[in-house]
């Protein structure tokens, strides 16, 4: 048998869910009392619940965010895309060394799908999960090898969304 690593979750699909189950994870961690690193790839608004919750959760909960506040035109992305994808992956290597028990790659499989971080980069990453931590890769479009390296996948599926009905998103439920 190979080296023990942690395990590796992966939520992905084109429904809503992925990111709130992984933050439902981290919930669910904290109450243990486990310590909690989440990274937000191509995320930079600091107006959303899960970024304004920080003071009161910390030290046990750290939120990094490595995105602009505006969405990207994936079809084109901006040279700043690829360097804050990159800087967010180089801090997930750093943060895998402090043994998190659970570590949130939110995003990362859109960022791989898209190519503003490098698909073997990401491998290598997970090949390093220490064995106490748990590791959550959240984004649509995940990889196959993505998806064929983890432990668990669940794919989310939209069957109906308030939003196609006009609702905008609210706050505290959507951000």
């Given amino acids: 048998m190979g080296k023990k690593r942690g395990n590796i979750h992966l939520y992905t699909g084109e429904g809503e869910g992925k990111t709130i189950t992984a933050f439902g994870l981290a919930l669910r961690a904290l109450g243990?009392?486990?310590?909690?690193?989440?990274?937000?790839?191509?995320?930079?608004?600091?107006d959303i619940g899960e970024y304004k919750v920080k003071r009161r959760l910390s030290p046990e909960y750290e939120i990094h965010q490595f995105?602009?506040?505006?969405?990207?035109?994936?079809?084109?992305?901006?040279?700043?895309?690829?360097?804050?994808?990159?800087?967010?992956?180089?801090?997930?290597?750093?943060?895998?060394?402090?043994?998190?028990?659970?570590?949130?790659?939110?995003?990362?499989?859109?960022?791989?799908?898209?190519?503003?971080?490098?698909?073997?980069?990401?491998?290598?990453?997970?090949?390093?999960?220490?064995?106490?931590?748990?590791?959550?890769?959240?984004?649509?479009?995940?990889?196959?090898?993505?998806?064929?390296?983890a432990d668990l996948v669940t794919e989310m599926k939209e069957i109906k969304h308030p939003m196609k009905k006009g609702v905008l998103a609210r706050r505290g439920i959507e951000y």
């Fill in 67 to 149: 995105g602009r506040k505006e969405f990207i035109d994936l079809k084109n992305p901006e040279p700043l895309d690829f360097e804050l994808a990159k800087k967010g992956l180089e801090f997930a290597k750093k943060a895998l060394k402090k043994k998190p028990d659970l570590l949130i790659l939110d995003e990362i499989n859109l960022a791989a799908a898209f190519k503003l971080i490098k698909l073997e980069e990401v491998l290598e990453l997970l090949n390093n999960v220490p064995e106490n931590t748990t590791v959550v890769l959240t984004g649509r479009r995940a990889p196959k090898e993505l998806i064929e390296r």
């Fill in 32 to 46: 243990h009392g486990h310590k909690v690193i989440i990274i937000q790839f191509m995320k930079g608004r600091r």
